[in-house]
């Protein structure tokens, strides 16, 4: 399906219309950024792996019983998916502390949460993504209790299902985030699941394998992406 309109230039993809109404082509850019867009750089090749890392993680979720908006790949950093209507909220599962809580709450990096802790963020980087609850999303009305308590649901069954998937491959799920919208009145799991939004650690050394080596100038970002692609048999064309 061809592009034809630029709608949405992020930080790291732009979406596209297409001549179906319903379908959005997402490209995967190889910007990438940190600190809600102050620290800025193009890592070359990092869209194409995640386009299609994005496509792999979809695809598994999709057999494990998440409905996503992925419909295909079209080639290596571009893929169709349904247009949905976003919502402003991102989904947040901690497995161990790390990143903005440990600023928060003085928490400890590393430390093991037996039990998974669930955080909303409202999505707007001028505000720096505050942290929310869902009182504020029912107050201003950025979902109902309903469409809340499927996020909630669908985003501890992603994590359920990766956490399985990453750690049969040597790496801990420390933390991730996703976003949900509506399509002709489902929810869908959208966006991208990636290094870029996700924290991965090596099992036996901790290493990094995600976007903290670029928020931490630590280098080597697209090496570790493909290495965490490779990890769990994808193919990835470059
Ligand atoms: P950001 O908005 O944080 O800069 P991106 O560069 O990833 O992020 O831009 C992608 C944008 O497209 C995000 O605002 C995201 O919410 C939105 N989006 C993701 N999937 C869909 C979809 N299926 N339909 C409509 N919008 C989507
Ligand atoms: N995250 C993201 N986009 C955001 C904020 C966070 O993808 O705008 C991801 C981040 O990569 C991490 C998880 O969500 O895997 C938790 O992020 P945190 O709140 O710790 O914020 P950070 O300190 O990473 O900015």
Redesign the pocket.
Known sequence: MKKIKEI????????FTTENDDY?V?HF?D?T?AFD?KKKEALLGKGAVNNQFNAFIMDHLEQNGVET?LIEVIDATDSL??????F?IECVIRNRASGSICKRLGTEDGLILENPLFEFFL?D?DLGDPLINDEHIISFEWADSNQIQEMKKQTYLVNEILSKLFLDSGLILVDFKV?F?V?KDKI?L???FTPDGCRLWDVNTLKKMDKDRFRQGLGDVVESYHQVAERLGMNIET
């Open positions: 949405t230039k992020g930080k790291a993809k732009s979406m959005l997402m850019s910007d950024s867009g908006h998916v349904y247009k949905l209507e976003m402003p999505k980087d976003e919208g399509y869908l959208a966006d991208e």
